[in-house]
């Protein structure tokens, strides 16, 4: 058997196993098929080029004694040999097999970044809440202001949208002179209602302590205070940034409803060391 069958054979294997190899994966995946699979389509490819560079490869180092410009009858006849038909369409053949090998087994090791799964986009930067949306408790059931009393404490959700993780939200009554809020969120909290975001802004924990003593937020995890009078911003604890508040108003049957989603990410500060600006858009 000639060493162009040889590789003929080699690249044909490697080139079958790779396109077995994305087939397997499309039909849902077999780990141990699909590392056969890479293993012969890897070791076809590489047997190949070994026999390539051994047999047809002709690297040997030559010298010789400067001679007339004019060639012989010797090499004359070699170079017609060299450049013969045959053998410029075998390699020409061989050529276009491994340039074919090498496209299925790239296509078969790009199977990994399909696992992946979608890029997020904004998804991080948005929660369920929207303009509109009423404060609904954990059994679904609309939050009347008249319902709560000073110092109530409410775990709330954007209606039709019960257990959201990432729009879960304390919901707390205090007594409209005590907020002193950032600038521009006057009107944020209607009769004293203030929401703000139930997962900690250091690791993504459930802030779900409340001290109304000192109206003060508080995360068990790493012990995290939030001052709930100033915009939760944090007052101790490894947390750096306050938690997000949802503005509110109250609509015409007296039910408590979102204005709008938070102004920022919600959760860990993953997003402010790049995307500073993003919240904003």
Not at 173 to 202: F, N
Request: net charge negative; aromatic share 6%; hydrophobic share 45%.
């Amino acid at each position: 058997m000639t060493a162009e069958r040889w590789i003929t054979a080699a690249l044909g294997c490697s080139t079958v196993a790779s396109i077995g190899l994305v087939v397997t994966y499309l039909l849902g995946g077999q780990p141990q098929l699909e590392g056969m699979l890479l293993a012969v389509a890897l070791g076809g490819l590489g047997a190949a080029l070994v026999i390539w560079a051994a047999s047809l490869l002709d690297a040997k180092p030559e010298s010789e004694e400067v001679h007339p410009l004019a060639s012989t009858q010797t090499t004359r006849k070699a170079t017609l040999e060299t450049l013969s038909p045959d053998e410029i369409t075998r390699r020409g053949f061989l050529l276009r097999l491994l340039a074919g090998a090498v496209a299925a087994l790239a296509t078969a090791l790009a199977i990994p970044a399909l696992s992946l799964g979608p890029h997020p986009g904004r998804a991080l930067f948005r929660t369920d809440w929207q303009g509109g949306a009423r404060l609904v408790g954990a059994d679904g059931e609309p939050v009347r202001v008249a319902d709560l009393g000073l110092e109530a404490v409410r775990t709330v959700f954007p209606e039709g949208h019960v257990g959201s993780p990432d729009a879960q939200s304390l919901l707390i009554r205090v007594r409209p002179g005590d907020l002193v809020l950032p600038d521009g969120r006057a009107d944020w909290a209607p009769e004293g209602c203030v929401a703000y975001s139930k997962v900690c802004t250091h690791a993504g924990c459930p802030v779900g302590l409340y001290r109304a003593e000192d109206h003060t937020l508080l995360c068990p995890c790493h012990q995290s205070n939030f001052d709930v009078l100033r915009g939760a911003v944090p007052t101790f604890g490894p947390a750096a940034r306050p938690l997000p508040q949802l503005p509110l108003e109250i609509d015409a049957d007296g039910y408590l409803v979102a204005t709008g989603d938070f102004p920022e990410p919600v959760g860990a500060s993953f997003w402010n060391m790049t995307h500073s600006g993003e919240a904003a858009e």
